[in-house]
């Protein structure tokens, strides 16, 4: 059986699936689509991340695909409506970067917090501005409030109240009766609840169409005028527009953003020059730990699903 990796997966994974499977392994494959297309006449298994767009055009150049493995969380680069009309399994990897966007979220929420460590050009010049950065604020006794409270929501919560946070959410999937809530010692509320209340709001939805556009101009401003936003779920849920303007106009404190409407940000984007403004290349859950847990993981769920089919 044939398995095409189109983006990069870990080596030992790779070799793993190589020991049982005939593999074809090009971490630059999706950047070539006519050969991608071409490699998948006779795949039976197609691994990607997040750049390979598994749509209708490209299944139908692969004929006999049965299960597309997913190095990642995020499903909107796949057409699951298409897969499951296929009888194509789709395998994300649930879980498995978790840890690495959380830990993302607590440092952001710190740095931005704190405001002290954009300081490094100026203490290098010579200059002192000791007394401009003395009004951080520390994590303990804020308010973090999380927008979509599955797994990675969760985590995130666990971590900061180990710092010392109090944690609200809101997920209009997951009941106020529901007993995640208590057990994980966060108060359900409404989204304008957590937006009025909370010092750091992270967002941790899928993108989908209920939640395009979700942090638009009106809901940034319910939000305190010193809190931050945290976005590693998916561009798309944050008018990054209105964030700019915002950013510009001193009525937010400060963002964190890991994922953009488009990606690479062009370089035209309004956000480009904002004050307080962290950015960082869709790199959350990528860490050299989380990558060998994605990838073994996905190795051997789809090495079990082409096995069973
Ligand atoms: N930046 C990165 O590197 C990176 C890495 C991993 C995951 N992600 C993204 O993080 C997001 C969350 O991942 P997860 O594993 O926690 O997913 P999950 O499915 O476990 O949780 C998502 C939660 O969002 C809730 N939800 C859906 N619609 C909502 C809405 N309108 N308002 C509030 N809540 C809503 C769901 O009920 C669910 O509880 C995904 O978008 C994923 O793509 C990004």
Redesign the pocket.
Known sequence: MRIVISEFMDRPAVDGLASRFDVHYDKDLVDRPPELAARLADADALIVRNRTQVDAALLSAAPKLRVVGRL???LDNLDTDACARRGITVIPA?GA??QA?AEYVIAAAMLLLRGAYFATADVAAGRWPRAALSGGRELAGRTVGL???????RLTGGLARALGMRTIG?????PASSPAWAADATRACTLDELLREADVVSL????EA??RN?MNAQRLAIMKPDAMLIN???GGVVDEAALADALREGRLGGAAL??FEREPLPAASPLAGCPNLLLTP?????TRNSNERVSSLIASKVAAALASA
Do not use: K, M
Request: glycine letters at 20%; proline letters at 6%.
């Open positions: 990642g969380v995020g649930s970067n978790a966007v927008i979509g409270f599955g797994g990675i929501g809101s997920d209009p999937l997951l941790h939805v899928p993108l209920a939640t979700l590693t779920s998916r890991d994922v869709h790199i959350a859950g990528v």
